[in-house]
T-cell receptor
Framework: AQSVTQLDSQVPVFEEAPVELRCNYSSSVSVYLFWYVQYPNQGLQLLLKYLSGSTLVKGINGFEAEFNKSQTSFHLRKPSVHISDTAEYFCAVSRMDSSYKLIFGSGTRLLVRP | KAGVTQTPRYLIKTRGQQVTLSCSPISGHRSVSWYQQTPGQGLQFLFEYFSETQRNKGNFPGRFSGRQFSNSRSEMNVSTLELGDSALYLC?????????????FGPGTRLLVL
């Protein structure tokens, strides 16, 4: 079975400061990794995904994430956040074999303060 | 291209009733997945359909069912509603449902069971 752990339920940060949202996963099989963002009263939007190749993945809105296989981590980073980045962020995995479903972490609420 | 649409957006029902939610995927997408989002359990996979066939199902009771039509539109049904069924129900579509594919989420249907 697969599981995803997002250790921080809420991360407060000041505008223009850097941020890191942590994600660790557990799986007995190889997985693909995703980060999604959810703005209030909206669905989820893909920020980035890791399928293979370079372990540093760049996504939309200036976000990037680094896959670390030995630590089974996929932390999300942004060097300078904006007020508009305030949202809920979800890390997710899917099995590389035919599973057709995403396993999500519990989410991290990013709160950007002026 | 129009995004994933879900109807209705909001719904209030009472215990014991049944409810049907609808999802129209992005044009050309043949895979539709459903997720339940609650504050306590987070985002949980319900089921996935591809070409009118259910390919995968999450750990939900039989009261939760779904179907997909030949135009890829999907419906999910919950019978004998319980208070714990109150949640945001999200639908996501992808081209073929491959596990590495991006899933595009709709805005969700918020169900309140009284």
């Amino acid at each position: 079975a697969q599981s995803v752990t997002q250790l921080d339920s809420q991360v407060p940060v000041f505008e223009e400061a850097p941020v890191e949202l942590r994600c660790n996963y557990s799986s007995s099989v190889s997985v693909y990794l995703f980060w999604y963002v959810q703005y209030p009263n909206q669905g989820l939007q893909l920020l980035l995904k890791y399928l293979s190749g370079s372990t540093l993945v760049k996504g939309i809105n200036g976000f990037e994430a680094e896959f670390n296989k030995s630590q089974t981590s996929f932390h999300l980073r942004k060097p300078s956040v904006h007020i508009s980045d305030t949202a809920e962020y979800f890390c997710a995995v899917s099995r590389m074999d035919s599973s057709y479903k995403l396993i999500f972490g519990s989410g991290t609420r990013l709160l950007v303060r002026p | 291209k129009a995004g994933v649409t879900q109807t209705p957006r909001y719904l209030i029902k009472t215990r014991g009733q049944q409810v049907t939610l609808s999802c129209s995927p992005i044009s050309g997408h043949r895979s539709v997945s459903w997720y339940q989002q609650t504050p306590g359990q987070g985002l949980q996979f319900l089921f996935e359909y591809f070409s009118e066939t259910q390919r995968n199902k999450g750990n939900f009771p039989g009261r939760f069912s779904g179907r997909q039509f030949s135009n890829s539109r999907s419906e999910m049904n919950v019978s004998t509603l319980e208070l714990g069924d109150s949640a945001l129900y999200l639908c996501a579509s992808s081209s073929s449902g491959g596990t590495q594919e991006t899933q595009y989420f709709g805005p969700g249907t918020r169900l309140l069971v009284l």
